[in-house]
Nanobody
Framework: QVQLVESGGGLVQAGGSLRLSCAAS????????VGWFRQVQGKEREFVAG????????SYADSVKGRFTISRDNLKNTVSLQMNSLKAEDTADYYC???????????????WGQGTQVTVSS
């Protein structure tokens, strides 16, 4: 199993940037596809970005494409989400998740962190 801990959330003005980090412990992080998800209270959780085990392939939700960048450092067991040009609609709780599948998209993520809150003021 793998345990995930997110950090880096906070309050930022619209147009600003934040960098979220997901730190893993347990089994080697390189064994997992990793995704970032977000959820607004009262709404369904949505996929934000994902990265394959080696980091060779990434995928993004249309709403964040060109503004967010996901990356990973398997030696440090971390995955980061660089968020630029933030908008008020990016406000949500952000979660890191890991999957033992090779695909990024899909309901295969079975390890989740506790989340970190991102608030973007307009």
């Amino acid at each position: 199993q793998v345990q995930l801990v997110e950090s880096g959330g906070g309050l930022v003005q619209a147009g600003g940037s934040l960098r979220l980090s997901c730190a893993a412990s347990g089994r080697p992080f390189s064994m997992y596809t990793v995704g970032w998800f977000r959820q607004v209270q009262g709404k369904e959780r949505e996929f934000v970005a994902g990265i394959t085990r080696s980091g060779s392939s990434t995928s993004y939700a249309d709403s964040v494409k060109g503004r967010f960048t996901i990356s990973r450092d398997n030696l440090k067991n971390t995955v980061s989400l660089q968020m630029n040009s933030l908008k008020a609609e990016d406000t949500a709780d952000y979660y890191c998740a890991a999957s033992e599948r090779f695909v990024i998209r899909g309901n295969y993520y079975n390890y989740w962190g506790q989340g970190t809150q991102v608030t973007v003021s307009s």
